[in-house]
T-cell receptor, first 115, second 110 residues
Framework: DAGVIQSPRHEVTEMGQEVTLRCKPI?????LFWYRQTMMRGLELLIY????????DSGMPEDRFSAKMPNASFSTLKIQPSEPRDSAVYFC?????????????FGPGTRLTVL | GQNIDQPTEMTATEGAIVQINCTYQ??????LFWYQQHAGEAPTFLSY????GLEEKGRFSSFLSRSKGYSYLLLKELQMKDSASYLC???????????FGRGTSLIVHP
């Protein structure tokens, strides 16, 4: 299995620009998670999907952030407009069913730098 | 709310044993995870405890005491490749989604 796939791996953009991060979960997994990791705040959950439906988006910082999961094999996290404080590593993870029953498998992450 | 505490950094010698502690306060409890994260890489699953006691898996063991809100990860026969950040994550009641601690950076030196 290829594991969780994320693209791009690195993104450098200027403040105010739109950023779209992409994720392909492991085939057959029903749960998908978007996390953000920074030195200051550690790993924070942004949003959780189950069977393509957003279940918990309480971690989404503000209206500038949005996430979609149009089908079982694809999800996007969009930031519009981006700000320097959004600079972080964004991880996508998937699990067979919901935690804690099943382990989360993390993708390699997207390192976002907003100048 | 939830609160998860772990030491920021630890150092140890190759071949030694190290114990990384994690204390937590959560609303309900549905299990505790340990993840390993090498610099620049994604977290990878190490262990899951939901009942009190010690779970052993090769060189790594994880212990849980629910009454004390306490867990530790024990690494034996340390190797240089064990240098990484170790994340404690607790699955609370209700949402089940694990909340991660800030992680403990372990440095193993010769």
């Amino acid at each position: 299995d290829a594991g969780v796939i994320q693209s791009p791996r690195h993104e450098v953009t200027e403040m105010g620009q739109e950023v779209t991060l992409r994720c392909k979960p492991i085939s057959g997994h029903n749960s998908l998670f978007w996390y953000r990791q920074t030195m200051m705040r550690g790993l924070e959950l942004l949003i959780y999907f189950n069977n393509n439906v957003p279940i918990d988006d309480s971690g989404m910082p503000e209206d500038r952030f949005s996430a979609k999961m149009p089908n079982a094999s694809f999800s996007t996290l969009k930031i519009q407009p981006s700000e320097p404080r959004d600079s972080a590593v964004y991880f996508c993870a998937s699990s067979l069913t919901r935690p804690p029953t099943d382990t989360q498998y993390f993708g390699p992450g997207t390192r976002l730098t907003v100048l | 709310g939830q609160n998860i505490d772990q030491p920021t950094e630890m150092t140890a010698t190759e071949g030694a044993i190290v114990q990384i502690n994690c204390t937590y306060q959560t609303s309900g409890f549905n299990g505790l995870f340990w993840y390993q994260q090498h610099a620049g890489e994604a977290p990878t699953f190490l262990s899951y405890n939901v009942l009190d006691g010690l779970e052993e898996k090769g060189r790594f063991s994880s212990f849980l005491s629910r009454s004390k809100g306490y867990s530790y990860l024990l690494l034996k026969e340390l190797q240089m490749k064990d240098s990484a950040s170790y994340l404690c994550a607790v699955s609370p009641g209700g949402s089940y989604i694990p909340t991660f601690g800030r992680g403990t950076s372990l440095i193993v030196h010769p």
